[in-house]
């Protein structure tokens, strides 16, 4: 009988190595995960324009904040959330404290720490399961908001550490207190209509 092998764990170095081939990867307690739906390699319209609004209605609120600001990225930022094992999604849109901005390198390729808001916007390439593992780990690590966008439902649910998550629709205001303070925006504004 022989005894089972241990899966090799893989390292975020090895992750950015990896060829640039058009599969959406990322790394999960140093597990490798990818979608090679070709649905990834051709952008969702409804996908993208719900990543554009939240952006800039992030972005239009960030302006309004005193320095030191923290920063807004989107389109799949690569977020560094654990080490050894590593995991390391690629998040949609996210909001970094001002002290986490400060201490980025301008020479990384991704965020080494724990942001603020990560929003995952569904898409039909997305399973269940991997949102739900995504999902988990952005909560066991600390990150302090999470908000789940379904457009095809017209719908936000809204996840923190240690609490039940909420859902939220178009008739219904958004608010990201206290993480984010005075962000308060109507649900219809984020799918523009």
């Known amino acids: 009988m022989s005894a089972p092998v241990a899966e090799r764990l893989m390292t975020t170095e090895e992750l ?3 060829p640039d081939d058009g599969v959406e990867r990322w790394l999960i307690r140093g597990k490798l995960r990818e979608n090679r739906s070709k649905d ?3 952008r969702n319209r409804w996908h993208g324009r719900v990543e554009a609004r939240i952006t800039q209605l992030l972005a239009n609120w960030l302006d309004t904040q005193p320095q030191p600001r923290g920063e807004v990225y989107s389109g799949e930022v690569g977020c560094r959330l ?3 094992p590593d995991s390391t999604p690629g998040i949609d849109v996210v909001y970094i404290s001002a002290e986490l901005a400060a201490q980025e390198p301008e020479d990384t390729r991704l965020i080494d720490g724990i942001p603020t808001l990560a929003v995952e916007i569904l898409s039909p390439s997305n399973t269940v399961e991997e949102v ?4 988990q780990e952005y909560l066991s690590v600390g990150v302090p908001l999470v908000w789940v966008v379904d457009p095809k439902f ?3 649910t ?3 550490p240690g609490a039940e998550p909420e859902m939220f629709n178009t008739t219904q205001q958004l608010s990201g207190e206290p993480h984010l303070p005075g962000f308060v925006v109507p649900v219809a504004s984020i799918f523009g209509r």
């Not at 739900?132 to 999902?135: A, I, R, S, V």
Request: avoid cysteine; aromatic fraction near 6%.
């Open 16 to 18: 950015l190595a990896m």
């Open 40 to 42: 990834v390699t051709k």
């Open 82 to 84: 654990r080490r050894d």
């Open 132 to 135: 739900n593992e995504k999902l």
């Open 154 to 156: 017209r719908t936000v």
């Open 158 to 160: 809204v996840y923190r």
